[in-house]
């Protein structure tokens, strides 16, 4: 999903790279949703026929042009605040990826289905450790590849994931996802992008 640029003269072509991710992006969040969210059968067969395997509370997707595999989740529990008070927000869809290119390492990234606050991070914690995502739009990611195989063991090790954020609107929202299926749906998915 997100393509990190290697040099001050990489920017364009990140930006680009990054344009063509957030509207693939866009467009996987719009089919999952529609079978993960149980949307009508005339929108499924429309937006998506790539769903592969479900494992407890984790699907597993392939996309083939180009060759992409991943485990994505939608939270068990959402918490939103502002000014320490709950509030009810409206939010997109939200969910957890862990990507798999051929001969790329795994990639994790959230949707938090609200634009993030300019400059913000994204707090993961999982089994006690706490990893940082930052943030780009509506999407958020890892710093590096090795930040990404960090929190892969973290979560196959884990029972459950929360992750903390900040909208441009100034909400606090906390979700909570069940990795119960976690291993399975990332073996799985890591198996069909070899």
Do not use: H
């Amino acid at each position: 999903m997100k393509n990190r640029a290697t040099g001050p003269g990489d920017a364009e072509a990140k930006r680009q790279l990054e344009a063509v991710s957030m509207m693939k992006i866009g467009l996987r969040v719009a089919a999952i949703a529609a079978l993960m969210f149980g949307a009508g059968q005339g929108a499924m067969a429309q937006e998506s026929t790539n769903r592969v395997a479900a494992n407890t509370d984790w699907s597993v997707f392939v996309d083939d042009n180009p060759k992409e595999c991943w485990g994505v989740s939608k939270p068990k529990k959402t918490v939103n605040t502002k000014d320490g008070k709950a509030v009810q927000v409206r939010r997109g869809d939200i969910l957890l990826f862990v990507t798999y290119r051929p001969g790329k390492k795994p990639e994790i990234s959230f949707m938090g289905g609200y634009p993030f606050a300019d400059g913000s991070t994204v707090d993961l914690e999982v089994g006690g450790q706490k990893f940082t995502l930052f943030t780009d739009g509506e999407g958020a990611w890892a710093g590096s590849p090795d930040e990404d195989a960090k929190i892969i063991a973290a979560l196959k090790a884990g029972a459950d994931v929360k992750l903390t954020a900040r909208s441009s609107r100034g909400t606090q929202t906390e979700d909570t996802f069940s990795l119960m299926g976690f291993t399975a749906a990332t073996d799985e998915a890591e198996k069909r992008c070899q």
